[in-house]
C-alpha cells in the first residue's frame, strides 16, 4: 500500500443527502453508491459551506470561506493566486486532472490542474453577477419554475449531452494513465452536473421508477409563515408567478430520482475503468456534492438557503485498506477537504501557504472525534444583505442583519419547524451566537464588499460585451498529431504501448 495513493474524487451537483440510500432514503436506486457507502467512511452531518454551485466549488477547493476570496456568487471569480487541492499536490508530485464541471469563473480556467478534459456547462464570465440594489428585477439567467412544471422525461438534455462527455473522458484518462510512462500518482476530479434542474431524464431512468413509489416533501409550511429569505427566494425562481401542483412536483421529485440513478451508473462506469487500469486497491475514492436541493420541501425548490435539504450533502470516502467501515457523526464541511487531501498525499500543515478555514477529517476517518462545527456564508442571488451560519453540535444558528435570527435544534427537530431564536429558554444561546458572529465577520464591511464587487462586475461585463467578445470559456486541446496511429512512430512500437494490459507475447503483431 503505497503512502502516495490516488485520489479519484467523483463530484454530484446538487445531491442532497437525503436522496440516498445510504443516509435512509428509500426510494432512489443507486446500487454503485450503496457499495462505496458499506465498505467506506460515510459522514452523517456534513455540509457544504455556501448553497450556491460556484462559491461551494470554490471553498471545496481552496479550503477557505467565500468570504475570504471574494467568491460571493456564481458570476464571481476565483483568484488565481489563491491555492488549491490541485495546486498542493500538483507541486507535490502528482498528475491532476479535472474531468467536467467546476464552474470557474475568470481567466484562470485550470486553478492547478495540470489537465482539464472538458469545457464547462457554465459560462465562465461575469454574466451571472446579481444586483443586491434591484432585487426585484429578475434577470432571464435566474432560476425559473419551468423545472419543475416541465419536469418529466426525454430523450437527450443539455446535461446529458455534457455529462455522457465528462465520464467518456475521464474514463478515457484513467486508461491512458495505466498506459502512460508517466508513473506519477494521480489526482482526478470527475465531476457531473446531474442531479442539478432541470428536472428532466431519458425514459431509461424515468422507468426506473413509478409515481406510486415517489415520496412527497416532508414539509409544508403557508407562504405567509416562511421566514424573509425564504419569501426572497420565492420570488427569485418566479415561484409566486407560476404556483406548483401536486402532480408536477411528483413529477420533478421522480426525475430527480432519475438523475440520481443516472450518477450512480455513471459512478459504476467509473469504477469499472478504476478495475481495468489495475488502479482499485491504491484509489482512495471520494464522494461528494457542491449543495443539495429543497425538492419542494418548504414549498422551496434549488438551493440557497441553509436548510437543510440544501446545504446538507453526502460525504463517502471509499479506501477499505485503509479505513475501516464506520459511519461519522461529528459534522463536517467542505473547507475540511483541502487539508485532508493533503495528509492523504503525504503533505502536512507547515506547507500550506495561506491561513486555512477547514481541518483535515483524516483523524475522523480513523474513529476520532471531529470538531462537529460549519461555518457558512451565503451571498448569492435571492439574499439582500450577508447570511450567515453557524452549526455547531445539535444547534443551527442562522442571521443576517435584515431579517429576524433563526435557531433550531437539530436532535429534536430535524425539519427545522420550530425557531427557536425569540424563546427565553435559548436566550444565552443566541446572545452567544450573535456574539460569535460578530467576532467572525464585520457584517457592514462585507454587505460592502459584495455590493461593490457586484457593480465593479457589471461594468466589466458591459465593456467586455461591447465590440469584439473573448471569451474565457476553456477550450479543450486535442491534438490530432498525438493520437492513433500517425507516422512519426513505429507501428509495432506504437501499438504495444498502447495495448494495455501489455502482451507477454514477444512475437509479431
Not at 500538483?90 to 464541471?101: F, H, P
Not at 478504476?274 to 457542491?290: C, E, K, P, R, S
Amino acid at each position: 500500500m503505497s503512502d502516495r495513493p490516488n485520489i479519484l474524487i467523483l463530484m454530484a451537483d446538487q445531491l442532497t443527502a437525503k436522496a440516498l440510500p445510504a443516509y435512509g432514503n428509500r426510494v432512489a436506486k443507486t446500487p454503485h453508491i450503496d457499495a462505496l457507502a458499506a465498505g467506506g467512511v460515510v459522514f452523517d452531518s456534513f455540509y457544504c459551506n455556501s448553497p450556491l454551485c460556484a462559491p461551494s466549488r470554490f471553498s471545496f477547493l481552496s479550503g477557505r470561506q467565500v468570504s475570504a476570496i471574494g467568491a460571493y456568487d456564481n458570476a464571481a471569480e476565483f483568484p488565481a493566486q489563491v491555492p488549491t487541492f490541485a495546486h498542493y499536490l500538483r507541486r507535490s508530485g502528482y498528475q491532476t486532472v479535472l474531468s467536467g464541471k467546476m464552474h470557474f469563473c475568470g481567466a484562470d480556467q485550470l486553478h492547478g490542474f495540470e489537465e482539464r478534459l472538458t469545457t464547462d456547462i457554465y459560462p465562465a464570465d461575469f454574466g451571472w453577477t446579481p444586483d443586491w440594489s434591484r432585487f426585484e428585477h429578475r434577470p432571464s439567467w435566474y432560476h425559473t419554475m419551468d423545472s419543475v412544471t416541465q419536469a418529466g422525461p426525454c430523450v437527450r438534455t443539455n446535461q446529458i449531452d455534457f455529462d455522457d462527455e465528462v465520464i467518456f473522458n475521464a474514463r478515457q484518462k484513467l486508461l491512458d494513465i495505466a498506459r502512460a510512462k508517466d508513473k506519477r500518482p494521480f489526482c482526478m476530479v470527475a465531476s457531473m452536473t446531474h442531479p442539478h434542474d432541470p428536472y428532466a431524464v431519458p425514459h431509461k431512468y424515468w422507468d426506473r421508477y413509478a409515481d406510486a413509489v415517489i415520496d412527497m416533501p416532508r414539509v409544508s409550511i403557508p407562504t405567509q409563515q416562511l421566514d424573509p429569505h425564504s419569501k426572497r427566494l420565492r420570488h427569485v425562481i418566479g415561484l409566486d408567478l407560476l404556483p406548483v401542483t401536486e402532480q408536477q412536483t411528483r413529477a420533478a421529485r421522480r426525475a430527480y430520482y432519475g438523475a440520481v440513478s443516472y450518477v450512480d451508473d455513471q459512478i459504476g462506469v467509473m469504477l469499472e475503468a478504476l478495475a481495468d487500469a489495475g488502479f482499485t486497491d491504491d484509489t482512495i475514492i471520494l464522494l461528494l456534492a457542491d449543495h443539495g436541493d429543497m425538492l419542494g420541501e418548504r414549498g422551496l425548490w434549488y438551493k440557497m438557503n441553509f436548510f437543510e435539504p440544501a446545504c446538507r450533502i453526502p460525504f463517502i470516502v471509499h479506501a477499505p485498506s485503509r479505513f475501516s467501515p464506520r459511519r461519522v457523526g461529528h459534522a463536517a464541511s467542505l473547507v475540511d477537504l483541502l487539508p485532508t487531501l493533503c495528509e492523504l498525499a503525504g503533505g502536512n500543515a507547515a506547507d500550506f501557504a495561506t491561513p486555512l478555514d477547514g481541518t483535515s477529517l483524516v483523524p475522523q476517518m480513523h474513529g476520532a472525534a471531529g470538531s462537529d462545527e460549519v461555518i457558512g456564508e451565503y451571498l448569492g442571488e435571492g439574499a439582500i444583505a450577508p447570511l450567515l451560519m453557524i452549526k455547531r453540535g445539535r444547534y443551527k444558528f442562522v442571521h443576517s442583519p435584515v431579517d429576524p435570527d433563526q435557531l433550531y435544534d437539530l436532535d429534536e427537530d430535524p425539519d427545522e419547524l420550530r425557531n427557536l431564536a425569540a424563546e427565553p429558554d435559548h436566550g444565552a444561546r443566541v446572545h452567544a451566537f450573535r456574539g460569535e458572529v460578530q467576532r467572525r465577520w464585520d457584517v457592514p464591511a462585507l454587505h460592502s464588499a459584495v455590493l461593490a464587487s457586484q457593480q465593479r462586475r457589471h461594468l466589466v461585463y458591459e465593456a467586455l460585451r461591447s465590440g469584439r467578445y473573448t471569451p474565457w470559456d476553456f477550450q479543450p486541446l486535442r491534438d490530432a498529431s498525438r493520437l492513433y496511429v500517425r507516422n512519426d512512430q513505429d507501428l509495432g512500437d506504437f501499438e504495444a504501448m498502447a495495448r494495455f494490459p501489455p502482451s507477454s507475447s514477444s512475437g509479431p503483431w
